[in-house]
């Protein structure tokens, strides 16, 4: 409903922010290729599961970020409560996968 | 279109309408309908076991009828009857509430609702050829050696209408966060639109947990892996986490919409703003929080060890605290109020005892060295019956006749609403009172039979009669709304006389476009505030203007109609391979539609400035 009477008053000052917008997301989106690339590439590779655990597990949670902050938005202005929501959930999520850990492993 | 279609027209045009509608209020009363009428079926069950457990040995039913029988009736109530009719209201009400004019996707709305009714057709088609039978819960390994197809349906089933539901809980989400009328800060938000809010994020966080849970079991069931199966490497106990991660907030799911509803029903015949306002709020997101952590309280003699038993018996308990200062808040809103005793009322009363038994319940059953003694004893069957029906239940029924004139601009029959209130009142106390002590002296639940002379017959039977004064009670609600729909009484827009936010503001029932200016929002209770200065009407935060509405689609139906195809391709896969036709052809149909959807721009259509000067009002 909204968006045909936001389209109509984009203004020059709101094309060149979308440009902006455009380009750091066509960039996060090559690196999160990238970084998929790597991560099969370390696989096939066969290198030692010590190193490809960990360094597969940091791609993961950069990948995330790059998901939550750039093509969620949460680092925008005005996603304040969006933003929160998001939080509660990865806090779930990460206490559920924690207290898994601890009941399998403990 | 527009205002044209409130015209007489022939039955086709009028199905046709209802099947592609996207406005939320149809799809609110095409819930309520479909809730209603699985709630009727899970009745049905729910009576048939009773027959059958009304005397000791009895042989109404077969040993293996009744574990379809139990197994279906749960089921059937949780996730096609109680959380359908909330959502039901939630659609209608919500938007109303907070100024707007629909919901943020009304597409996504009407596939949701897709979804869900044809998930739980699916699931009851089974009864044809055998319904699932490892309860509601659905345990493996049980459920992985149930033969037949049954527990293929409960998987299939759930899992399209569990989609339905998080797109549900998506919409009210973003339409809460983006769609507030001007000046309708968080804090000025009704509390059943709170309460729909956070129940929304309830939704979207403990859903994917099933779907992860009923992916993994369809899998084991259909595509021979052994997530579940412990002779291969894998553990049962992982159902049961999963199922719980979600089946705890679900419970929180059901309850927290009804604690708007309460919220809205009591300042409303007290004549009193709500007592507490702001602890209200923040103990509906302290009870969604904790929820999120207490799942292994279904699961303390399962053998997690005495420290995890004891962190998720503290954490339960402390849900106590938020949930008993909801409770003393209403008793405060009514303390001094003028009150006005209707049958809204009456449910609402009802509820705070009953709801508060339960409770008290389930504080005993989280202590979880006693739960060694209740757990899956009939015990348990009273806790829940007492939070579901005496919460869940009682709430949907006052907010029904809280919102009835409302939603068709009628009042459901005040006398015909105070039997049906007071023979349900008796007979759902009749029946799970007697439940606790059943428990208590050794009953175990899901049994088939009971022996004779064990000090369990009497109270089975009681137990059974309360059940036909239930069903007696719901049969004259029945007999309410048809008597109501013929002859009710017409409503005006402020129904109740004393009604304080937005909805009543409208006509009853609201055209389709809700506002024909948006209102401006002075404060909490905006209509009380207008009222309390001597205004006839709200303040309108705009001039007169053309109106955007979204255009109906018949692609959410379609596309719903394609995945139940590939639903029964799935089921019957593993059977005979041709099956597996369905399966494509079904997922073409849904991929088809999600492309036209994409491809096709459907901007919608206007209600121009001269069309809504001419209406008036
Ligand atoms: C003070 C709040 C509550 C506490 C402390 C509590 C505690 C518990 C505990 C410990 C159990 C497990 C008992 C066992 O299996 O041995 C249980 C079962 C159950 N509770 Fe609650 N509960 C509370 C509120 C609710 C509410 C509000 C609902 C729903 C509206 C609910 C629905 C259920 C259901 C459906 C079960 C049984 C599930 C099954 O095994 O089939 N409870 N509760
Ligand atoms: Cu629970």
Redesign the pocket.
């Known amino acids: 409903m909204t968006d045909e009477m936001s389209t109509r008053k984009i203004n020059s000052f709101q094309k060149q922010k979308n440009k902006q917008e455009m380009q750091k997301m066509v960039v996060s989106f090559a690196l999160m290729i990238f970084f998929t690339l790597v991560a099969f590439a370390l696989v096939m590779l066969e290198v030692p599961s010590t190193y490809v655990i960990p360094i597969i597990l940091l791609l993961a949670f950069v990948q995330v970020s790059f998901q939550f902050f750039y093509f969620m938005h949460l680092k925008d202005k005005g996603h304040e409560v969006p933003s929160q929501i998001i939080y509660g959930g990865v806090f779930i999520t990460v206490m559920v996968a924690l207290t898994f850990t601890v009941i399998t492993w403990w | 279109m527009g205002m044209t279609s409130a015209q007489k027209r022939g039955f086709g045009a009028t199905l046709w309408d209802w099947l592609t509608t996207v406005d939320h209020k149809k799809i609110g009363i095409l819930y309520l309908a479909g809730g209603g009428f699985f709630f009727l079926l899970g009745g049905l069950e729910a009576v048939i076991i009773r027959i059958q457990l009304i005397s000791p040995e009895n042989n109404f039913i077969s040993a293996g009828l009744y574990n379809e029988m139990i197994t279906m009736h749960?089921t059937t109530m949780i996730f096609l009857a109680a959380m359908p009719i909330l959502l039901g209201l939630m659609n209608f009400i919500m938007p109303l509430q907070i100024g707007a004019r629909d919901v943020a996707f009304p597409f996504l709305n009407s596939l949701g609702f897709w979804l869900f009714l044809f998930g739980g057709v699916l699931l009851n088609l089974s009864w044809f050829t055998g319904a699932p039978d490892a309860g509601?819960?659905n345990y493996a390994p049980l459920s992985i050696q149930s033969p037949g197809h049954g527990v293929d349906f409960y998987i299939m089933g759930l899992q399209l209408s569990g989609a339905g539901t998080l797109m549900g809980g998506i919409n009210f989400i973003v339409t809460i966060v983006l769609m507030r009328a001007p000046g309708m800060t968080y804090m000025r938000m009704p509390l059943f639109t709170w309460t729909t809010f956070v129940a929304s994020i309830l939704i979207l966080f403990a859903f994917p947990a099933l779907t992860v849970g009923l992916f993994l079991m369809m899998f084991d069931r259909m595509f021979g892996s052994a997530f579940f199966d412990a002779a291969l490497g894998g553990n049962a106990v992982i159902w049961q986490h999963l199922f719980w991660i979600f089946g705890h907030p679900e419970?929180?799911i059901?309850?927290l919409p009804v604690f708007g509803v309460f919220s809205e029903v009591f300042p409303t015949f007290a004549k009193k703003r709500l007592f507490g306002y702001t602890a209200m709020v923040f103990a509906t997101f302290l009870i969604a929080f904790l929820g999120f952590m207490v799942w292994a309280?279904?699961m303390?003699t399962v053998g997690l060890g005495p420290v995890a038993n004891s962190i998720f018996a503290v954490a339960?308990?402390a849900?106590?605290v938020p949930?008993g200062i909801k409770i003393f808040n209403w008793l405060f809103t009514l303390w001094g109020g003028s009150i006005k005793i209707n049958s809204a009322m009456l449910w609402s009363l009802a509820f705070i005892p009953s709801f508060t038994i339960?409770?008290m319940t389930?504080?005993m059953?989280?202590s979880a060295v006693a739960?060694y003694q209740?757990?899956?004893s009939y015990f348990?069957i009273g806790?829940?019956h007492y939070?579901?029906v005496g919460?869940?239940v009682f709430g949907i029924l006052a907010g029904l006749h809280y919102w009835w004139p409302k939603m068709f601009g009628k009042y459901l029959h005040e006398g015909l609403g105070q039997i049906s209130f007071w023979t349900f009142f008796v007979g759902f106390h009749l029946t799970f009172f007697i439940q606790h002590f059943l428990g208590l002296m050794g009953m175990p639940r899901r049994y088939w039979v009971f022996l004779e002379n064990q000090g369990l017959d009497t109270g089975n039977l009681i137990s059974s009669i309360g059940a036909f004064f239930m069903s007696f009670g719901v049969i004259v609600f029945l007999i309410n709304i048809i008597y109501t729909t013929i002859k009710g009484k017409k409503a005006p827009r402020d129904a109740w006389g004393s009604g304080r936010t937005l909805e009543w503001t409208i006509s009853s029932p609201p055209v389709h476009y809700n506002y024909k200016q948006l209102p401006l929002v002075r404060g909490l209770d905006p209509l009380w505030i207008e009222k309390m200065e001597g205004n006839k009407k709200m303040t309108p935060a705009e001039p007169v203007d053309e109106i955007h509405m979204p255009n109906g689609s018949i692609l959410p139906l379609i596309m719903t109609i394609g995945f139940t195809i590939a639903s029964y391709g799935f089921i019957y896969q593993t059977g005979n391979k041709y099956w597996l036709i369905a399966v494509y052809a079904g997922m073409a149909i849904a991929l088809i539609s999600m492309l036209t959807r994409s491809l096709k721009d459907d901007h919608g259509h206007h209600i121009s400035k001269e069309e809504l000067e001419r209406v008036g009002d």
């Open positions: 749960g509601w819960t419970v929180y059901l309850i309280h279904h303390f339960t308990m849900i106590a949930t339960g409770g389930g504080v059953l989280a739960d209740y757990h899956d348990v806790h829940f939070v579901i919460g869940t």
